[in-house]
């Protein structure tokens, strides 16, 4: 059964800091991995997906690396700003089903 | 990317009734969508898959008879929780599966936070 660890579990950083989650999953035999942003109160909208055959994907100040041998993912975050406060999510799917196994997700603060 | 619309947002229901919420991919067609749970600090829980024009496969431990789910066209996913009680208060998220092309995609709802007084 696969399964996701994140960690940190929270993070407070003052703005400008440069940042990297990072994302563990036992099961290397996957499909892709998503990252997600969750606002409070609020449902996920993705950030950037990884398909199995890539290392890596980058969307303005995000870049995500995917390890697969290694069954590591990390989102790096530059130049962080209030704004990209909120819980970041990893997901991943299994080489035989859509379905995608969450992580607990990190709890980023950043301050002014 | 691909719009997925939630709906209610928010809704408060006495215990005993039965609360529907709708799930719809305003841009693609969904044959399968999945429903999740999720209490405060944790992560997403998968109460089920909800595959157009059949029943849906609920996980280990989740009542299909208290979460009936419904996906009757390729565009709208229904939980509907019955007699609901105070513990099902929660946050639901719906997340439809846009497929074809190069990449296999979840999107994801804005989740419906349910209280249940």
């Known amino acids: 059964k696969q399964e996701v660890t994140q960690i940190p579990a929270a993070l407070s950083v003052p703005e400008g800091e440069n940042l990297v989650l990072n994302c563990s999953f036992t099961?290397?035999?996957?499909?892709?991995l998503q990252w997600f942003r969750q606002d409070p109160g609020k449902g996920l909208t993705s950030l950037l997906l990884i398909q199995s055959s890539q290392r890596e994907q980058t969307s303005g100040r995000l870049n995500a690396s995917l390890d697969k041998s290694s069954g590591r993912s990390t989102l790096y975050i530059a130049a962080s700003q209030p704004g990209d406060s909120a819980t970041y999510l990893c997901a991943v799917r299994g080489g035989g089903s859509y379905i995608p196994t969450f992580g607990r997700g990190t709890s980023l603060i950043v301050h002014p | 990317g691909a719009v997925v619309s939630q709906h209610p947002s928010r809704v408060i229901c006495k215990s005993g009734t039965s609360v529907k919420i709708e799930c719809r991919s305003l841009?693609?067609?969904?044959?399968?969508m999945f429903w999740y749970r999720q209490f405060p600090k944790k992560s997403l829980m998968l109460m089920a898959t909800s595959n157009e024009g059949s029943k849906a496969t609920y996980e280990q431990g989740v009542e299909k008879d208290k979460f009936l789910i419904n996906h009757a066209s390729l565009t709208l996913s229904t939980l509907t929780v019955t007699s609901a009680h105070p513990e099902d208060s929660s946050f639901y998220i719906c997340s439809a599966l846009r497929t074809g092309g190069r990449d296999t995609e979840a999107f994801f709802g804005q989740g419906t936070r349910l209280t249940v007084v």
């Open positions: 099961d290397s035999a996957i499909y892709n």
């Open positions: 841009d693609f067609q969904a044959t399968t």
